[in-house]
Protein backbone atom coordinates (compact mmCIF):
# COMPACT_ATOMS: atom_id res chain seq x y z
CA UNK A 1 0.00 0.00 0.00
CA UNK A 2 1.28 3.79 -0.73
CA UNK A 3 1.72 6.28 1.46
CA UNK A 4 1.17 9.85 1.45
CA UNK A 5 4.28 12.21 2.50
CA UNK A 6 2.52 15.13 1.65
CA UNK A 7 0.06 17.20 1.94
CA UNK A 8 -2.80 18.40 -0.88
CA UNK A 9 -3.32 21.29 -3.28
CA UNK A 10 -5.95 23.41 -0.91
CA UNK A 11 -6.67 26.15 -3.30
CA UNK A 12 -9.20 26.21 -6.49
CA UNK A 13 -10.29 28.31 -11.28
CA UNK A 14 -13.11 27.85 -14.10
CA UNK A 15 -14.43 24.92 -15.62
CA UNK A 16 -17.68 24.29 -17.37
CA UNK A 17 -20.34 22.88 -15.61
CA UNK A 18 -22.12 19.70 -16.47
CA UNK A 19 -25.96 18.95 -16.79
CA UNK A 20 -27.61 16.70 -14.38
CA UNK A 21 -27.89 14.64 -11.19
CA UNK A 22 -23.79 13.86 -12.41
CA UNK A 23 -23.13 17.03 -13.71
CA UNK A 24 -23.18 20.72 -12.54
CA UNK A 25 -24.50 23.07 -14.85
CA UNK A 26 -27.44 23.21 -12.37
CA UNK A 27 -28.40 26.64 -10.92
CA UNK A 28 -29.19 28.06 -7.56
CA UNK A 29 -33.36 28.71 -6.90
CA UNK A 30 -34.35 31.63 -7.73
CA UNK A 31 -30.81 32.54 -9.13
CA UNK A 32 -30.56 30.19 -12.15
CA UNK A 33 -29.88 32.20 -15.90
CA UNK A 34 -31.80 34.58 -17.88
CA UNK A 35 -35.73 34.49 -17.68
CA UNK A 36 -37.11 32.46 -20.72
CA UNK A 37 -36.88 33.98 -24.12
CA UNK A 38 -40.20 34.92 -25.11
CA UNK A 39 -41.25 35.67 -20.93
CA UNK A 40 -40.71 38.66 -19.22
CA UNK A 41 -38.57 39.81 -16.15
CA UNK A 42 -41.29 41.31 -13.89
CA UNK A 43 -44.40 39.57 -15.13
CA UNK A 44 -45.13 41.54 -18.24
CA UNK A 45 -45.59 39.54 -21.22
CA UNK A 46 -42.76 40.05 -23.60
CA UNK A 47 -42.28 42.22 -26.78
CA UNK A 48 -45.47 41.89 -28.95
CA UNK A 49 -47.92 41.16 -25.85
CA UNK A 50 -47.35 37.34 -26.43
CA UNK A 51 -47.53 35.78 -23.19
CA UNK A 52 -44.91 33.21 -22.85
CA UNK A 53 -45.85 29.47 -24.19
CA UNK A 54 -47.91 28.14 -21.83
CA UNK A 55 -49.46 30.99 -20.70
CA UNK A 56 -47.73 31.85 -18.02
CA UNK A 57 -45.09 35.13 -18.57
CA UNK A 58 -41.77 33.86 -17.08
CA UNK A 59 -40.20 36.09 -14.15
CA UNK A 60 -37.36 36.39 -12.36
CA UNK A 61 -38.22 34.58 -9.75
CA UNK A 62 -40.08 31.51 -10.62
CA UNK A 63 -37.21 30.54 -13.08
CA UNK A 64 -37.54 26.14 -12.53
CA UNK A 65 -35.42 25.52 -8.68
CA UNK A 66 -31.82 24.41 -10.30
CA UNK A 67 -33.75 22.56 -13.06
CA UNK A 68 -36.63 20.53 -14.24
CA UNK A 69 -39.89 20.22 -11.51
CA UNK A 70 -40.79 17.06 -13.18
CA UNK A 71 -39.50 14.42 -15.25
CA UNK A 72 -35.83 13.10 -14.14
CA UNK A 73 -35.61 16.70 -12.26
CA UNK A 74 -32.18 16.69 -13.47
CA UNK A 75 -31.25 20.29 -13.31
CA UNK A 76 -31.44 23.05 -16.18
CA UNK A 77 -31.37 26.15 -16.17
CA UNK A 78 -35.08 27.92 -16.03
CA UNK A 79 -37.00 26.79 -19.06
CA UNK A 80 -36.49 26.48 -22.67
CA UNK A 81 -36.63 29.48 -24.93
CA UNK A 82 -39.37 31.29 -25.40
CA UNK A 83 -41.50 28.66 -22.98
CA UNK A 84 -42.43 29.05 -19.31
CA UNK A 85 -39.83 26.76 -16.94
CA UNK A 86 -39.08 23.70 -17.67
CA UNK A 87 -41.59 20.61 -16.46
CA UNK A 88 -40.55 17.66 -17.97
CA UNK A 89 -36.76 17.71 -18.88
CA UNK A 90 -32.94 20.05 -18.95
CA UNK A 91 -33.79 23.58 -19.49
CA UNK A 92 -31.61 25.28 -21.90
CA UNK A 93 -32.73 28.74 -21.15
CA UNK A 94 -30.94 31.40 -19.41
CA UNK A 95 -26.75 30.90 -18.61
CA UNK A 96 -25.12 28.57 -16.47
CA UNK A 97 -22.46 29.89 -13.62
CA UNK A 98 -19.49 29.20 -14.37
CA UNK A 99 -17.55 26.74 -11.89
CA UNK A 100 -14.21 27.75 -10.23
CA UNK A 101 -11.11 25.48 -11.87
CA UNK A 102 -10.31 22.16 -9.82
CA UNK A 103 -7.21 23.96 -7.92
CA UNK A 104 -9.35 27.34 -7.42
CA UNK A 105 -12.28 25.54 -5.25
CA UNK A 106 -11.54 26.18 -1.63
CA UNK A 107 -9.90 23.93 0.35
CA UNK A 108 -11.86 21.02 1.87
CA UNK A 109 -9.07 20.16 4.44
CA UNK A 110 -9.72 21.03 8.45
CA UNK A 111 -7.65 20.16 11.39
CA UNK A 112 -4.12 19.07 11.22
CA UNK A 113 -3.30 17.69 8.06
CA UNK A 114 0.55 18.24 8.34
CA UNK A 115 1.01 14.25 7.92
CA UNK A 116 -3.01 13.84 7.35
CA UNK A 117 -2.94 13.37 3.12
CA UNK A 118 -4.50 10.67 0.83
CA UNK A 119 -3.88 9.66 -2.54
CA UNK A 120 -6.86 8.38 -5.15
CA UNK A 121 -4.97 5.67 -7.29
CA UNK A 122 -1.88 6.22 -9.45
CA UNK A 123 -2.16 9.72 -9.11
CA UNK A 124 0.53 11.69 -8.11
CA UNK A 125 -0.75 15.35 -8.22
CA UNK A 126 -3.59 16.46 -8.03
CA UNK A 127 -6.43 17.81 -10.40
CA UNK A 128 -5.72 15.10 -13.26
CA UNK A 129 -8.23 12.74 -14.93
CA UNK A 130 -10.24 10.23 -13.24
CA UNK A 131 -9.30 6.84 -14.67
CA UNK A 132 -12.22 5.96 -17.35
CA UNK A 133 -12.76 2.65 -15.46
CA UNK A 134 -13.91 4.73 -12.06
CA UNK A 135 -15.82 6.57 -14.12
CA UNK A 136 -19.42 5.99 -15.91
CA UNK A 137 -17.05 6.87 -19.55
CA UNK A 138 -18.47 4.66 -22.24
CA UNK A 139 -20.66 2.79 -19.55
CA UNK A 140 -24.32 2.99 -18.54
CA UNK A 141 -25.31 5.31 -15.88
CA UNK A 142 -24.04 4.07 -12.61
CA UNK A 143 -21.09 2.32 -13.73
CA UNK A 144 -17.43 2.66 -12.73
CA UNK A 145 -15.56 0.44 -10.59
CA UNK A 146 -14.42 2.37 -7.10
CA UNK A 147 -10.66 2.96 -7.46
CA UNK A 148 -8.23 2.07 -5.20
CA UNK A 149 -7.60 4.71 -1.91
CA UNK A 150 -5.00 5.51 0.55
CA UNK A 151 -4.31 7.88 3.61
CA UNK A 152 -1.59 7.81 6.18
CA UNK A 153 -3.30 7.82 9.81
CA UNK A 154 -5.03 10.53 11.58
CA UNK A 155 -4.28 12.98 14.19
CA UNK A 156 -4.07 11.51 17.51
CA UNK A 157 -7.29 10.58 18.73
CA UNK A 158 -8.30 9.22 15.55
CA UNK A 159 -10.43 6.10 15.84
CA UNK A 160 -12.30 5.79 12.62
CA UNK A 161 -12.30 7.13 9.13
CA UNK A 162 -15.21 8.37 6.59
CA UNK A 163 -14.74 8.55 3.29
CA UNK A 164 -17.05 10.95 0.90
CA UNK A 165 -16.47 11.68 -2.77
CA UNK A 166 -17.66 15.15 -3.70
CA UNK A 167 -18.37 16.90 -7.02
CA UNK A 168 -17.32 20.34 -5.94
CA UNK A 169 -18.03 22.02 -9.03
CA UNK A 170 -21.80 21.42 -8.06
CA UNK A 171 -21.13 22.43 -4.63
CA UNK A 172 -19.08 25.84 -5.48
CA UNK A 173 -22.08 26.71 -8.03
CA UNK A 174 -25.48 25.77 -6.72
CA UNK A 175 -26.72 27.31 -3.51
CA UNK A 176 -26.77 24.33 -0.31
CA UNK A 177 -30.43 25.74 0.13
CA UNK A 178 -31.57 24.13 -3.26
CA UNK A 179 -31.04 20.88 -1.30
CA UNK A 180 -32.44 18.78 -4.43
CA UNK A 181 -29.97 19.82 -6.93
CA UNK A 182 -27.32 20.21 -4.09
CA UNK A 183 -27.84 16.72 -2.75
CA UNK A 184 -26.53 16.02 -6.53
CA UNK A 185 -23.07 16.81 -5.80
CA UNK A 186 -22.78 14.16 -2.97
CA UNK A 187 -21.95 10.88 -4.65
CA UNK A 188 -20.83 7.73 -2.47
CA UNK A 189 -19.60 7.53 1.17
CA UNK A 190 -17.95 4.49 3.23
CA UNK A 191 -17.55 4.56 6.95
CA UNK A 192 -16.96 2.95 9.93
CA UNK A 193 -13.12 1.96 8.77
CA UNK A 194 -11.44 1.08 11.90
CA UNK A 195 -8.63 3.30 12.90
CA UNK A 196 -5.65 0.37 11.94
CA UNK A 197 -7.48 0.73 8.39
CA UNK A 198 -6.02 3.07 6.01
CA UNK A 199 -6.52 2.39 2.76
CA UNK A 200 -9.95 1.11 0.85
CA UNK A 201 -8.62 -1.03 -2.11
CA UNK A 202 -9.89 -0.84 -5.38
CA UNK A 203 -13.48 -2.44 -6.94
CA UNK A 204 -15.60 -2.41 -3.50
CA UNK A 205 -17.95 -4.11 -5.36
CA UNK A 206 -22.22 -4.09 -4.26
CA UNK A 207 -23.78 -4.12 -0.77
CA UNK A 208 -23.97 -2.28 2.17
CA UNK A 209 -20.78 -3.69 4.36
CA UNK A 210 -17.61 -3.47 2.55
CA UNK A 211 -15.84 -6.93 2.47
CA UNK A 212 -12.97 -7.28 3.75
CA UNK A 213 -12.71 -4.54 6.43
CA UNK A 214 -14.40 -5.06 9.83
CA UNK A 215 -17.66 -2.63 10.47
CA UNK A 216 -17.17 -0.81 7.37
CA UNK A 217 -20.29 0.46 5.59
CA UNK A 218 -20.99 2.19 2.03
CA UNK A 219 -23.78 4.07 0.53
CA UNK A 220 -23.71 6.20 -2.69
CA UNK A 221 -26.79 8.50 -3.22
CA UNK A 222 -29.11 5.67 -5.03
CA UNK A 223 -27.97 2.28 -3.99
CA UNK A 224 -25.26 0.33 -1.76
CA UNK A 225 -22.34 0.46 -3.90
CA UNK A 226 -19.60 3.17 -5.55
CA UNK A 227 -21.26 5.92 -7.72
CA UNK A 228 -18.58 7.61 -9.48
CA UNK A 229 -17.91 10.73 -12.03
CA UNK A 230 -20.40 11.21 -14.97
CA UNK A 231 -20.92 14.24 -15.51
CA UNK A 232 -22.31 14.23 -19.32
CA UNK A 233 -24.56 11.56 -18.08
CA UNK A 234 -26.57 11.94 -21.32
CA UNK A 235 -25.23 10.00 -24.35
CA UNK A 236 -26.43 12.17 -26.77
CA UNK A 237 -24.49 15.71 -25.88
CA UNK A 238 -22.04 16.53 -28.65
CA UNK A 239 -18.64 15.85 -28.11
CA UNK A 240 -18.38 19.60 -28.71
CA UNK A 241 -20.02 20.03 -25.35
CA UNK A 242 -19.13 17.78 -22.99
CA UNK A 243 -18.29 19.26 -19.77
CA UNK A 244 -15.29 18.48 -17.27
CA UNK A 245 -16.18 18.73 -13.04
CA UNK A 246 -13.88 18.72 -10.49
CA UNK A 247 -14.43 16.10 -7.71
CA UNK A 248 -12.60 15.80 -4.03
CA UNK A 249 -12.33 12.01 -2.45
CA UNK A 250 -12.59 13.61 1.42
CA UNK A 251 -11.24 11.46 4.31
CA UNK A 252 -12.37 12.71 7.54
CA UNK A 253 -10.37 11.46 11.09
CA UNK A 254 -13.36 10.96 13.66
CA UNK A 255 -13.26 10.53 16.98
CA UNK A 256 -15.32 7.75 17.27
CA UNK A 257 -14.67 3.98 17.02
CA UNK A 258 -16.75 1.75 14.68
CA UNK A 259 -20.00 1.56 14.70
CA UNK A 260 -21.09 5.25 14.22
CA UNK A 261 -24.70 5.97 14.69
CA UNK A 262 -26.43 7.54 11.30
CA UNK A 263 -28.01 10.69 11.99
CA UNK A 264 -31.41 10.73 11.16
CA UNK A 265 -30.98 13.80 9.09
CA UNK A 266 -30.70 11.38 6.49
CA UNK A 267 -34.47 10.49 5.87
CA UNK A 268 -34.39 14.93 5.26
CA UNK A 269 -34.59 15.83 2.40
CA UNK A 270 -30.51 16.83 2.36
CA UNK A 271 -30.22 13.43 0.90
CA UNK A 272 -28.61 10.43 2.70
CA UNK A 273 -24.73 11.05 1.73
CA UNK A 274 -25.19 14.59 2.10
CA UNK A 275 -26.45 14.00 5.77
CA UNK A 276 -23.55 11.81 6.63
CA UNK A 277 -21.18 14.58 5.25
CA UNK A 278 -22.53 17.17 7.29
CA UNK A 279 -22.72 14.81 10.61
CA UNK A 280 -18.42 13.30 9.20
CA UNK A 281 -17.66 17.42 9.29
CA UNK A 282 -18.76 18.35 12.33
CA UNK A 283 -17.55 15.92 14.33
CA UNK A 284 -13.84 15.24 12.26
CA UNK A 285 -10.77 15.76 13.83
CA UNK A 286 -9.42 16.12 10.43
CA UNK A 287 -10.16 16.39 7.27
CA UNK A 288 -7.69 15.51 4.10
CA UNK A 289 -8.75 15.22 0.21
CA UNK A 290 -7.73 14.29 -2.89
CA UNK A 291 -9.28 15.95 -5.97
CA UNK A 292 -9.56 14.57 -9.63
CA UNK A 293 -11.73 15.81 -12.57
CA UNK A 294 -13.83 13.78 -15.19
CA UNK A 295 -15.62 14.84 -18.46
CA UNK A 296 -16.81 11.00 -18.59
CA UNK A 297 -20.24 10.47 -20.86
CA UNK A 298 -22.77 7.49 -20.29
CA UNK A 299 -23.49 5.28 -23.00
CA UNK A 300 -26.91 4.88 -21.28
CA UNK A 301 -29.09 7.06 -18.96
CA UNK A 302 -31.63 5.48 -16.91
CA UNK A 303 -33.11 7.63 -14.66
CA UNK A 304 -35.16 5.36 -12.45
CA UNK A 305 -34.45 5.91 -9.05
CA UNK A 306 -33.57 9.41 -9.20
CA UNK A 307 -33.74 11.60 -6.44
CA UNK A 308 -34.07 8.34 -3.75
CA UNK A 309 -33.06 9.08 -0.94
CA UNK A 310 -33.66 6.24 1.09
CA UNK A 311 -31.14 5.96 3.75
CA UNK A 312 -29.02 3.24 5.23
CA UNK A 313 -30.02 1.66 8.49
CA UNK A 314 -27.78 3.04 11.29
CA UNK A 315 -24.92 0.03 12.60
CA UNK A 316 -26.04 0.76 15.99
CA UNK A 317 -28.56 2.51 18.07
CA UNK A 318 -32.19 3.73 16.78
CA UNK A 319 -32.41 3.37 12.77
CA UNK A 320 -34.22 5.89 10.96
CA UNK A 321 -37.65 5.36 9.73
CA UNK A 322 -38.01 3.84 6.30
CA UNK A 323 -34.12 2.74 6.12
CA UNK A 324 -33.12 -0.01 4.02
CA UNK A 325 -30.73 -2.50 5.68
CA UNK A 326 -28.90 -4.64 2.70
CA UNK A 327 -25.81 -6.57 3.28
CA UNK A 328 -23.51 -8.73 0.83
Known amino acids: MKKVSWTLCGALVVVGLGSGACGSSNTPAGTGGTPATG ?25 ATGGSTGGTNLGGLGGE ?16 PVAPACDEIPSLEQGDTALFAVVVGDATEDC ?3 PAANTCEGQPFRSGDSPEIDWNAGPT ?19 PENYEIYAHGYHWAAWDIPAATTALPANLGAGHEIPGINNARQWATF ?9 NFSPDTPEAELVTDSYSFVVYALPTAPPALV ?21 AIAATEFRVTSNAQSTEFDPGGLGTTVPPCSAAGEDPPDCVNITP
Not at 42 to 63: E, N
Not at 162 to 175: G, M
Open 39 to 63: GSTGGTPSTGGTLATGGTPSTGGTL
Open 128 to 130: LPL
Open 223 to 231: EYSYFGPCP
Open 263 to 283: PPAVTSELGAVRAMDDYFKSI
Open 81 to 96: GGDAPSTGGVGTGGTA
Open 157 to 175: GTLSYAVVLKDISILSTVD
